[in-house]
């Protein structure tokens, strides 16, 4: 008698028994793997926390400047900070502008031509330094990086003094080009154009270049420039709130008031205002049109500070 054989089917691999079918587009699960694990709930609410609480710290001292420049000197001292009173900001600005001879503007003109012309020439200078780093191997390259990392770790409170002397002894003291030319050196600027010039500007395009014919100084202006600019925005943004934001080597420098910026202005007039009634709201009112030019640059330049930032630092 005949029978029937069962067939019995192998037993599953482990890759068998651990594979899932794929995802469906658009499920949870979808979303999941593609933007990878999400944190936990209370991680994502204690992130949240932080961000507001680091948000609201630098927001609320500008939050206090905008309704101090609204008050007239008396209501500054009596009313409280955080509360709006009498509106006198135009008031206030007439009184800004008028007030000895409307010099608070030719401040606001020489900071302007320090930090403008100043980070300009500051950030041409980083580019082609850090450029000339990266692609260029020659003798001494480690101890030239070593030297600009070093000189990073020193304050530039520390260099105001001695930079002050050299500047007296070539007679630039009270000058323009007394804040100009030490502004040229940025350490950090040179750094960062070095490890964006690694990741921007490949190789192969230069020695291309070479081959048609075109000297390093053609292949630097026509195509390692172009590439270096999304870094380059990002030096000249910081090298424009740090020329801008420049008090201890103005302070030293300059001593005729009309070459003064507009950070050792207003020191001065807040130092007055002991003895001169009016000038606190002047130097509150000043201080909140002094931010403005940042803020403008900051924003107008924000996509490109993004994109320099993040493209340096995957090399970091």
Known sequence: MMTQATVTSPPPTPEARIRRPAPKPGSARASVLAEGERPSR????????????????????VYWLIVASTKSTAELFSTPGFAFANLNLVENLTNLSTYNGGIFWRWMGNSMIYSGLGSIAMTFICLISGYALAMYRFKGRTIVLGAVLGSMLIP????????????????????IWGILLPSLAYPFGVLLAFVFAQSAVPMELLEAARLDGASEWRAFFSIALKLLSPGGVTILLFAFIGSWNNFMLPLLVLSDARLQPVTVGLSGW???????????????IGSLVSIIPIIVVFVSLQRYWKTGLAAGGVRF
């Open 270 to 284: 807040s130092q007055a205002a002991i003895t001169i009634p009016g000038l606190q709201t002047l130097v509150v």
């Open 156 to 175: 530039q409170t520390v260099l105001a003094q001695p930079t002050y002397l050299l500047l007296v002894e070539l007679g630039l003291n009270n000058t």
């Open 42 to 61: 209370g991680a994502r609410i204690a992130a949240w926390i932080f961000m507001g609480a680091v948000t609201l710290y630098f927001l609320v001292p």
